[in-house]
C-alpha cells in the first residue's frame, strides 16, 4: 500500500491553488486542442512546451499532463460530430460516432458515451498505473522485437474482423495501406523507398494529413453532394437533459469500455505502440464480443471500445516514461525533453529522486480525469448545434478545418496537398462501398511489424525458429494458428455433425 | 589648393574604404529564420534552442528575434533544399540552419545536395559514442564479446541512425568481423536501443553519454568500450578504449554540430555569424547548460575552418559509401 500513500502525497502536491489551476488550465487547451483536426496533442504539448521552461517543472509538467490526457477526450468531439477525427487516436470513435449522431439522432448521447468511456478507460489506466506503475514498465520491457513482432501479427488477423461482408475489398485496402505506409525512408537502412524522386516523399506519407483526407475531406465532397438538403436536426431541441444517456445506454458501454481501459492500458505501455494502434486494436477486439447493433452502423460499443483504449493507453504510456525515462509516443518524447530542459533526469531514478514531480504528475492524471469529463460535458450543449448548420455553411467552415489540420503537422503547403488526395481517394472507396478501418489499420500497423520483424531476424540470423522460443511470442504464434485455423476446424466439425452450422451474419 | 587636395583624397580615400567598412559591419536589420529539420523535443532542436535563447539573453544580436522552424518534411531534406536554395540578398544573410553530421550523411547518400550549396558558419560540438552492456548481458567486458564472435556466438548490437551506424562500420572493420558476425540494428532514437537492452533483446548498445546517463547511475548500464581515442572520464572512466583491449586501433568517429547558412550568404554575413557562435561558444551559459550537461566536447570552428571541416568530412563519407 505504499503507492497509495504516495499517491496521496501526490494529491496534496496537486491541491495548491497554482497546480490546481495549471491542471485546470492545461484540461481545457487540451480539450481544444484535441477537438481540432490536425494539431494533436503531440503539436499542442511541444507549442506549449516554451512557456513552461519559467515554471516550476512539477506545474509545469502538471500542465502538460492534464493536456495531453484531456486531448483523448477533446478528439473525439469532432470525430463523432464532423466524422472528422480531431486527433489520430479518435479514427475509430468516428465509425461509429458519426452514425450515431446524424443516422441515429442522438449527438448528445453519442458525445456521452465517449466521455464517459474516456473517464473509464483514463481510470482504469491511471489505477493499474499507480499500484504496478514500475512493474507494468518492467512487462513493457520483456516486449522486444520477436514479441512485438508476434504481437502485431496478432493484431493485423484481427483485420479479419474489421473487412466486413466483402473480405476481398478488405484485403485490397489492406495491401494498398500497407503499400503507401512503406513509402519514405527505409526504417533499418535509411535507403528510400518509394520516393519518385521527390524530396518531400523521402519521409513518407505524413499519418495526420493521411487520416483527416480519407475520413474528413471525403466526407466534404459526399456533403457537397447534398448542399440542398435541408439538415435534419434543426428542430431538436439540444439541452443537457436531452442528450443524457439512458441506464439501458450505461449497461452497454461499460463492459467494452473497461475491457478497452484494460487493453488500451497495457498497448500504452508497450514500446512504440500507442493511443491509436491502441484504439484500432480495442475496436478490432470488440468485433468479436457481442455488440447490440452492429459496429459501423452507430453501436455505442463501438465508440466506447476505441475511446476507453486511447485514454487507457495515455495514461499507460506514462508507466514507462516516468518508471524508465522511455517515451511510449511522440508526445512522451516531447514531455522528456520537457523533463531535461526543467533540469529533471528521466529515467530509472526519477521515482526515487523527484517522488513530488512523478507523483504529483499521476495525481494530476486523476483530477485532470475529472475535470475533463465536467469540461466536456457542460460543452455538450453547445457543441452539438454544430450539426444544426446548414450543410452550404458547412462545407467550407470544414475545409478551412481540414486544410489548417494538415497545414500545421509539417508546416507546409506538401500535408495540405497530401489531404485534398487521399480525400478524394476515400470519396471514391465511400461511393464504392470500401470502408477505411483495414486502410488504416494496415497504415498504423504494418511499418511496426516491418521494422520489428527485420530486427527480430537480425538477432536470429534470418531463423523462423526464434518465434517460437521464446514463451510470450510462442503464445501469440498459438493464438494466431488458432484464429487462423479456426474456420476451417469449423467446416469440418460442421460436416462431421459435432457442431451447429453458425448463423449467417447480418 | 592645398586644402582642395587634401580634401579630394580624403573623399577618395572614403570611397574606396566604404564598401570595405560597409561589408564588414553587417548586423541584423531583421528578424532571423533559425531552421531546424528535426522535430520539437529532439536533439537537433535542444540545441538549436539553447543557441538562441543564450544569443538572445546576451543580446548579440542586435536586438532582433530568432525564430525557430521545424520544418520536418521528407526525413528533413525539404528543410535542407529549401535554405540551399534562398536567394542572395537580405533574407539569405538572415536565414540560419542547424546542421549535424546526422544530417549531411542522409542528404549525401539520398539527394544531390552538398555542403558546397551551403555557407557553413561554424561547429560548435562533438559528441562521441561508448558501447554498453546491461544487466542482463552475457558478456561482462568488450574482450569477451570479441571472444564469443570469433567462437561463432551470434551478437547483436543496437543503436540508433546515421552516426551511429557510421561508427559500426568502422567498427567491425577494424574488428575484422562482417556484419552477421557481430551485427547492428538501427532504431530510430537512442532511446528505442536503450529500451531493447533493459529488455535483454540485445547484446550490446551504442550511445552517447548524455543519453545512457542516468541508466548509468542506476546501474542498469555499464560502458565496456570508449569508442574514441582516450577515455571517457567520471562514471565512464572504466571502459578501456579498443588499443587497451587487444591488437587494434582505436575508433573515434567525431559527431559534430555545426550551423551553416544559405550559398547566397554574404560573405561579411557569415563573418558575423561565425563572430556571434564563437561569443556563444565562450559563454558559460553554453558551457555549463549545453556542453557539460549533454557531456559533450567544446570544439569550436570558425566559418572557414568549418568549411574545410565539412568539405572534407563530406568527401570521407562519399567515398565510404561508394559514391
Known amino acids: 500500500m505504499h503507492n497509495f500513500q504516495f499517491l496521496l502525497h501526490g494529491f496534496q502536491v496537486v491541491f495548491t491553488l497554482q497546480n490546481l489551476g495549471a491542471t485546470m488550465l492545461g484540461c481545457v487547451l487540451g480539450l481544444i486542442i484535441g477537438a481540432m483536426p490536425g494539431i494533436g496533442s503531440l503539436a499542442g504539448c511541444a507549442l506549449l512546451l516554451p512557456l513552461t521552461y519559467k515554471f516550476n517543472p512539477t506545474t509545469a509538467i502538471i500542465m502538460l499532463g492534464g493536456l495531453y490526457y484531456s486531448n483523448m477526450f477533446g478528439g473525439a468531439f469532432s470525430a463523432i460530430l464532423l466524422n472528422i477525427p480531431g486527433d489520430t487516436p479518435a479514427i475509430m470513435t468516428a465509425l461509429d460516432g458519426y452514425p450515431m449522431a446524424t443516422k441515429k439522432k442522438r449527438p448528445g448521447q453519442a458525445l456521452l458515451t465517449a466521455n464517459f468511456s474516456s473517464f473509464i478507460g483514463g481510470l482504469i489506466g491511471m489505477v493499474i498505473l499507480t499500484f504496478t506503475g514500475p512493474a507494468l514498465a518492467d512487462v513493457g520491457l520483456k516486449f522486444g522485437p520477436v514479441e512485438m513482432t508476434t504481437l502485431l501479427l496478432f493484431a493485423m488477423t484481427s483485420i479479419g474482423w474489421l473487412v466486413g461482408e466483402n473480405p476481398t475489398k478488405g484485403l485490397i485496402l489492406t495491401l494498398l495501406g500497407m503499400l503507401v505506409a512503406s513509402m519514405g525512408m527505409d526504417t533499418l537502412t535509411g535507403s528510400p523507398r518509394y520516393d519518385f524522386g521527390n524530396v518531400y516523399l523521402l519521409g513518407g506519407v505524413p499519418f495526420t494529413p493521411f487520416v483527416i483526407g480519407i475520413v474528413g475531406f471525403s466526407q466534404v465532397i459526399l456533403l457537397m453532394e447534398q448542399r440542398n438538403i435541408a439538415p435534419q436536426m434543426v428542430t431538436d431541441k439540444l439541452t443537457l437533459r436531452g442528450s443524457m444517456i439512458t441506464k439501458h445506454d450505461a449497461k452497454r458501454l461499460a463492459l467494452p469500455a473497461i475491457r478497452g481501459g484494460i487493453l488500451g492500458t497495457f498497448i500504452g505501455v508497450l514500446p512504440g505502440a500507442g493511443a491509436t494502434a491502441a484504439a484500432i486494436m480495442s475496436y478490432s477486439a470488440q468485433k468479436s464480443f457481442k455488440s447490440e447493433e452492429p459496429l459501423g452502423t452507430g453501436a455505442i460499443e463501438g465508440i466506447a471500445a476505441s475511446e476507453s483504449a486511447n485514454n487507457g493507453a495515455a495514461a499507460g504510456a506514462f508507466a514507462p516514461l516516468l518508471a524508465l525515462g522511455i517515451p511510449g509516443s511522440g508526445t512522451g518524447a516531447v514531455l522528456l525533453g520537457g523533463l531535461m530542459l526543467w533540469g529533471l533526469n528521466p529515467g530509472p531514478l526519477l521515482f526515487k529522486n523527484s517522488p513530488d514531480f512523478a507523483w504529483g504528475l499521476i495525481a494530476s492524471l486523476f483530477i485532470a480525469n475529472i475535470l475533463a469529463l465536467a469540461v466536456s460535458w457542460g460543452v455538450i450543449p453547445f457543441l452539438i448545434k454544430i450539426l444544426s448548420v446548414p450543410t452550404k455553411l458547412l462545407i467550407p467552415a470544414i475545409t478551412v478545418v481540414c486544410i489548417v489540420g494538415s497545414y500545421s503537422t509539417s508546416n507546409s503547403m506538401y500535408g495540405v496537398i497530401i489531404m485534398f488526395i487521399s480525400g478524394v481517394v476515400g470519396y471514391i472507396m465511400q461511393k464504392f462501398k470500401y470502408s477505411y478501418a483495414p486502410l488504416l489499420l494496415a497504415f498504423v500497423l504494418s511499418p511496426m511489424l516491418e521494422s520489428n520483424m527485420r530486427k527480430a531476424f537480425i538477432i536470429s540470423r534470418g531463423n523462423l525458429d526464434i518465434f517460437v522460443q521464446k514463451p510470450i511470442s510462442l503464445a501469440f504464434v498459438i493464438a494466431i494458428a488458432g484464429i487462423a485455423l479456426f474456420p476451417i476446424v469449423r467446416y469440418f466439425l460442421v460436416r462431421a455433425g459435432v457442431m451447429k452450422p453458425k448463423a449467417a451474419k447480418k | ?323
Not at chain 2, 101 to 115: E, F, H, K, W, Y
Open chain 2, 1 to 323: 589648393m592645398r586644402k582642395g587636395f587634401m580634401m579630394i583624397a580624403l573623399l577618395l580615400a572614403i570611397a574606396v574604404a566604404a564598401p570595405v567598412f560597409a561589408q564588414a559591419t553587417f548586423t541584423p536589420s531583421q528578424n532571423i529564420e533559425w531552421i531546424v529539420t528535426s522535430s520539437p523535443g529532439g536533439g537537433s532542436d535542444i540545441y538549436t534552442r539553447i543557441i538562441t535563447d543564450i544569443m538572445t539573453k546576451a543580446n548579440l544580436i542586435n536586438g532582433k528575434t530568432i525564430l525557430v522552424n521545424n520544418k520536418t518534411d521528407g526525413g528533413g531534406e525539404v528543410g535542407r533544399l529549401t535554405v540551399s536554395r534562398v536567394a542572395a540578398g537580405k533574407q539569405a544573410d538572415h536565414t540560419l540552419l542547424t546542421f549535424n553530421s546526422g544530417d549531411l550523411m542522409p542528404m549525401v547518400a539520398n539527394t544531390a545536395n552538398r555542403i558546397e550549396n551551403f555557407t557553413p558558419i561554424a561547429l560548435m560540438a562533438v559528441d562521441k559514442q561508448l558501447l554498453y552492456i546491461g544487466e542482463q548481458s552475457k558478456y561482462k567486458t568488450f574482450a569477451d564479446v570479441i571472444a564469443a564472435v570469433k567462437a561463432g556466438k551470434n551478437v547483436v548490437i543496437a543503436g540508433s541512425k546515421g552516426d551511429d551506424v557510421a561508427t559500426y562500420k568502422m567498427l567491425i572493420k577494424e574488428l575484422g568481423f562482417t556484419e552477421t558476425q557481430l551485427a547492428f540494428i538501427t532504431n530510430n532514437a537512442t532511446s528505442d536501443a536503450i529500451t531493447s537492452i533493459l529488455g535483454g533483446h540485445v547484446d550490446l548498445v551504442m550511445s552517447k553519454p548524455a543519453a545512457a546517463d542516468q541508466y548509468v547511475l542506476a546501474g542498469k548500464l555499464t560502458p565496456i568500450l570508449a569508442l574514441s581515442n582516450v577515455r571517457f572520464t567520471g562514471n565512464l572512466a572504466s571502459a578501456p578504449t579498443l588499443s587497451e583491449v587487444g591488437n587494434y586501433k582505436n575508433v573515434e568517429y567525431p559527431v559534430w554540430r555545426g550551423v551553416v547558412g544559405p550559398k547566397a550568404m554574404s560573405q561579411a554575413a557569415a563573418k558575423y555569424w561565425s563572430g556571434v557562435f564563437k561569443a556563444v561558444s565562450d559563454s558559460d551559459a553554453w558551457k555549463t547548460g549545453y556542453i557539460e550537461k549533454y557531456k559533450l566536447q567544446p570544439f569550436y570552428m570558425d566559418y572557414e575552418q568549418a568549411k574545410d571541416y565539412m568539405t572534407a568530412y563530406q568527401a570521407d563519407y562519399l567515398k565510404s559509401i561508394g559514391k
